[in-house]
């Protein structure tokens, strides 16, 4: 087998494991009354859509459009979601290809992401897929507003529109700038408000960041895009992370420590289990990073 297809066989065993474990994720046991998303503002015209326990979606108003940042497992109906918050004309943004960040992607007709992530999201966007996610994780769950039924399970993938480092979104009173940071995938962007001084960080910048995957970069790849947004850490406050709450600037510097800790040998690694494969995982202060020790540094 080649290097190339052994990359893909084991992104297809990934894309299994995702949607066997999706239904064992935090909050999937609710009572009756419970919606599927959890809506809460968290600056001025954003608003963090907690998926149901699994992850984060961020919904930003301009004064003429509005963006959303990722679409999540794509089990409630977050088309529906998002119109009881605004009326105003939306762009859709993935900031990488995985099922939890691409997989409701389908509701929309155009939806904009890098182009090295674009086999990831049409992989976890196929009806099939969608179908098996949704059954998993409405197992026993009463919730009351979850999709699925023939209509969602045949609607088309959305059209793919390629985004670049640069890439600017105006919302009418502000402006939004893509940022590519390969790592946890090859497409993986962030998204910029330098006005309101946040970051949209997918899963870049969570507090344990995931660099074992079949399609992670090399952590030598990884800590660039840790250093580039250190960069410019003046522009942002606070990191809007794809899972958990929200951080402040500084964790950027704490990830970048603890990056250069494992390729300079000097952390404490410990081992790492999760349904997706086995890792080593080192620690600086509250970051964390999952990573494959066969791939630390970027081939020549």
Same mark, same amino acid.
């Not at 065993?13 to 995702?18: G, S």
């Not at 939806?111 to 897929?129: C, K, L, S, T």
């Not at 949704?134 to 197992?139: S, V």
């Given at each position: 087998?080649?290097?190339?297809?052994?990359?893909?066989a084991r992104s297809g065993?990934?894309?299994?494991? +995702? =949607?066997?474990?999706?239904?064992?994720?935090?909050?999937?046991?609710?009572? =009756?009354?419970?919606?599927?998303?959890?809506?809460?503002?968290? @600056?001025?015209?954003?608003?963090?859509?907690?998926?149901?326990g699994s992850d984060k %979606?961020?919904?930003?108003?301009?004064?003429?459009?509005?963006?959303?940042?990722?679409?999540?497992?794509?089990?409630? /109906? $977050? @088309?529906?979601?998002?119109?009881?918050?605004? #009326?105003?004309?939306?762009?859709?943004?993935?900031?990488? *290809?995985?099922?939890?960040?691409?997989?409701?992607?389908?509701?929309?007709?155009?939806?904009?992401?890098?182009? %090295?992530?674009?086999? *990831?999201?049409?992989?976890?966007?196929?009806?099939?897929?969608?179908?098996?996610?949704?059954?998993?994780?409405?197992?026993?769950?009463?919730?009351? /507003?979850?999709?699925?039924?023939?209509?969602?399970?045949?609607?088309?993938?959305?059209?793919?529109?390629?985004?670049?480092?640069?890439?600017? !979104?105006?919302? *009418?009173?502000?402006?939004? &700038?893509?940022? &590519?940071?390969?790592?946890?995938?090859? *497409?993986?962007?962030?998204?910029? /408000?330098p006005a309101r001084k +946040?970051?949209?960080?997918?899963?870049?910048?969570?507090? $344990?960041?995931?660099?074992?995957?079949?399609?992670?970069?090399? $952590?030598?790849?990884?800590?660039?895009?840790?250093?580039?947004?250190?960069?410019?850490?003046? &522009?942002? /406050?606070?990191? %809007?992370?794809?899972?958990?709450?929200?951080? #402040?600037?500084? !964790?950027?510097?704490?990830?970048?420590?603890?990056?250069?800790?494992?390729?300079?040998?000097?952390?404490?690694?410990?081992?790492?289990?999760?349904? =997706?494969?086995?890792?080593?995982?080192?620690?600086?202060?509250? @970051?964390?990073?999952?990573?494959?020790?066969?791939?630390?540094? @970027?081939?020549?």
């Open positions: 087998m080649t290097h190339t297809s052994k990359r893909t065993l990934y894309a299994i494991f +995702l =949607a066997t474990a999706v239904s064992s994720l935090p909050g999937q046991s609710s009572p =009756a009354s419970e919606e599927w998303f959890r809506v809460t503002q968290v @600056a001025e015209r954003v608003w963090a859509i907690d998926d149901h %979606m961020y919904l930003i108003e301009g004064r003429d459009k509005a963006l959303l940042v990722d679409t999540g497992l794509g089990v409630g /109906d $977050l @088309a529906k979601c998002v119109q009881s918050i605004t #009326k105003l004309p939306l762009t859709i943004v993935n900031t990488h *290809g995985h099922t939890d960040h691409a997989g409701g992607n389908y509701p929309f007709k155009t939806v904009y992401a890098h182009p %090295m992530d674009f086999d *990831g999201i049409r992989q976890f966007g196929n009806r099939e897929y969608r179908r098996r996610t949704a059954q998993n994780m409405l197992k026993g769950s009463p919730i009351t /507003d979850p999709v699925l039924s023939e209509s969602h399970e045949s609607l088309p993938a959305p059209s793919l529109v390629p985004v670049k480092d640069g890439t600017t !979104f105006d919302l *009418g009173d502000r402006k939004l &700038e893509v940022i &590519e940071v390969p790592g946890h995938t090859p *497409g993986s962007i962030c998204i910029l /408000d +946040l970051l949209f960080a997918g899963d870049n910048d969570n507090q $344990l960041v995931w660099l074992f995957l079949a399609n992670s970069t090399p $952590l030598e790849i990884y800590l660039q895009s840790l250093k580039k947004l250190n960069a410019r850490v003046s &522009e942002f /406050d606070r990191i %809007m992370p794809g899972h958990g709450a929200p951080l #402040k600037s500084d !964790f950027v510097a704490e990830q970048i420590a603890c990056a250069q800790s494992i390729l300079d040998g000097s952390c404490a690694e410990r081992p790492y289990k999760s349904f =997706a494969g086995d890792a080593l995982v080192c620690s600086f202060k509250s @970051a964390s990073i999952a990573y494959d020790p066969k791939n630390l540094r @970027a081939r020549k």
